[in-house]
């Protein structure tokens, strides 16, 4: 596997963080949207584990665009066959090179990949990825949104840790400080959010189950996170391909498995206009269709979440495929700053202050706003600091400029290695 410039690098790490921070946006602002559902009555459209199937369909749809580039290579090579003299139709998988006007294509079989495509195998990454969605949804019942989001920075340090034991990947002590940076910074983020927010914990056994729910689901994805890198960088698989059966298993599982158990369950309804409990069930899958259908506005934030989710997922793999598992992880958490800073232009841009508290989105600036800001800061610079774009003197940076050895003919005309 050639290893790509670093200006695609900076590209797919610009795009993972854009369309990652897209999704997130789209999904909550979806999340607040109302309309009226089969109870007849206009509530919020609190539906987690459709947007969870929504996610899954957005990755179906990289399976897609991988067949139709497929298609299009092979319609390709075909045409330059047939516009050519010497050689009959041959195989899509060919690849074809001409060496001057006046010779014929020369067709140049390539090697078969050692590692051929199972989809099956997606089906550990699927479970990986509905399991650590499902523990974390468990978790935010429990506690509040702020202290949710500073527990999913934990993914850093567990994705690091698996790098280290399971991966063998040797990680430099600025590696290791950049981790710590970029959580502390979460941590000042969910803090400054969790002091102001007028939400709060429901007991203390409540806030522990619902804390080990994050950690066990943050652990389970970064499961995910290392399996995936192992398959994308030791069999080379495409990553369309990858993301697109990871889709289909989850998909199924969501449809046959998840959205049937928890339409069955029955919960108490939650406050009026709240949208949970409809009809005394966890998830009314019925009552979200419902909604979709009398706010088309509801509908078309999901159809750009599955396009988001496509893009992110894909993004998200090539720095897996490219980097690795754990800058992954790193970057991802850069989506915090500009979804912060979209909410909070959002309020004022919307006017929101002149609504009702409970039909208000995004969010106010205030004093704890600047505590924001000095997380979001240590954020940076955490990211930075392991990724070695900026150097500490106290850490030791090892030189990957320089050759690990000179080469130079000697007086024999042998190659020689200097030390």
């Known amino acids: 596997m050639s290893k790509p410039s670093q200006r695609f690098i900076n590209t797919l790490i610009v795009m993972m963080v854009i369309t990652g921070s897209c999704n997130t946006l789209l999904l909550k602002h979806q999340l607040d949207c109302t309309a009226v559902g089969i109870d007849g009555t206009k509530h919020k459209f609190s539906h987690p584990w459709i947007q969870t199937m929504n996610m899954f369909l957005g990755e179906v749809l990289c399976l897609a665009f991988y067949y139709i580039g497929v298609y299009l290579e092979k319609k390709g090579a075909e045409k330059l066959v047939e516009t050519t003299s010497g050689y009959g139709r041959q195989a899509a998988t060919t690849r074809y090179t001409k060496i001057s006007e006046n010779e014929p294509v020369k067709p140049v079989k390539q090697p ?122 030791n069999k080379n698989w495409n990553q369309l391909q990858v993301v697109g059966w990871e889709g289909i298993w989850g998909f199924t599982m969501c449809v046959f498995v998840a959205l049937p158990i928890t339409y069955f369950i029955r919960v108490d309804p939650g406050p009026p206009g709240s949208g949970i409990g409809v009809d005394g069930r966890y998830e009314n899958s019925l009552d979200a269709f419902v909604m979709m259908w009398n706010n088309k506005i509801i509908l078309l934030l999901g159809i750009l979440a599955l396009f988001s989710i496509a893009s992110y997922n894909y993004f998200g793999l090539s720095i897996s495929k490219y980097v690795s598992s754990l800058t992954r992880a790193v970057l991802d958490s850069l989506r915090t700053i500009l979804i912060w800073a979209f909410e909070v232009a959002f309020y004022y841009l919307t006017d929101q202050q002149r609504k009702p508290v409970d039909d208000r ?34 850490f030791y940076y090892p030189d990957t400029t320089k050759p690990t050895a000179l080469v130079k003919p000697d007086s024999d005309n042998n190659v020689q290695q200097s030390p």
Not at 147 to 156: A, E, F, L, P, V
Not at 205 to 212: E, N, S, V
Not at 373 to 392: A, H
Request: aromatic share 12%; net charge negative.
């Open 112 to 233: 078969p990949n050692p590692h051929p495509f199972n989809q099956y195998v997606m089906l550990v990454p699927a479970m990986c990825d509905l399991t650590g969605t499902t523990l974390s949804g468990i978790g935010l019942l429990y506690i509040p949104a702020s202290i949710w989001q500073m527990m999913r920075g934990s993914i850093i340090i567990f994705t690091g840790l698996l790098s280290r034991f399971v991966l063998k990947r040797e990680l430099q002590y600025y590696n290791y400080f950049g981790m710590v940076v970029v959580v502390a910074g979460l941590t000042l983020v969910g803090v400054a959010s969790m002091v102001q927010s007028s939400g709060g914990g429901e007991g203390a056994f409540q806030t522990i189950l619902g804390i080990a729910c994050v950690l066990l689901g943050m652990f389970v994805n970064a499961v995910q996170f290392v399996f995936e890198e192992t398959l994308l960088q």
């Open 361 to 394: 989105s995004g969010e106010a600036w205030t004093v704890y706003s600047w505590v924001e800001v000095g997380g979001f800061i240590m954020l940076l610079l955490g990211t930075n600091i392991y990724s070695g774009n900026i150097r500490l003197p106290c």
